[in-house]
């Protein structure tokens, strides 16, 4: 199983980006999925996850300015992100909760996506 994030890049304060992660190999079945980040120096923490239901759960700090969003059926899960600030820089992994065709449930996690917030 893999994870492949893409998305990030440069934006100003107050800008825009949507980020996208897309599971691929032997999958069973997604239990979950989600974002979390990790600022130079900090510790990674949680964006934001969705279930396969559409059951979100955000980081208080992100409510309000980032949504969550999942398609089934392409294994993908989106993060956009809206009103950027300079502490949004971080890089962004994307995080899988997925059952193999074998049925090993196990934790993935993408390459990680930078996003820098910049004037």
């Known amino acids: 199983v893999q994870l492949q994030a893409s998305g990030g890049g440069l934006v100003q304060p107050g800008g825009s980006l949507r980020l996208s992660c897309t599971a691929s190999?032997?999958?069973?079945?997604?239990?979950?999925m989600g974002w979390y980040r990790q600022a130079p120096g900090k510790q990674r923490e949680l964006v934001a996850t969705?279930?396969?239901?559409?059951?979100?759960n955000y980081a208080d700090s992100r409510k309000g300015r980032f949504t969550i969003s999942r398609d089934n059926a392409k294994n993908t899960v989106y993060l956009q992100m809206n009103s950027l600030k300079p502490e949004d820089t971080a890089v962004y992994y994307c995080?899988?909760?997925?059952?193999?065709?074998?049925?090993?449930?196990?934790?993935?996690w993408g390459q990680g996506t930078q996003v820098t917030v910049s004037s």
């Open positions: 969705i279930t396969t239901s559409g059951r979100t």
């Open positions: 995080h899988g909760d997925i059952t193999t065709g074998w049925g090993s449930r196990n934790i993935y």
């Open positions: 190999g032997t999958i069973f079945s997604i239990n979950a």
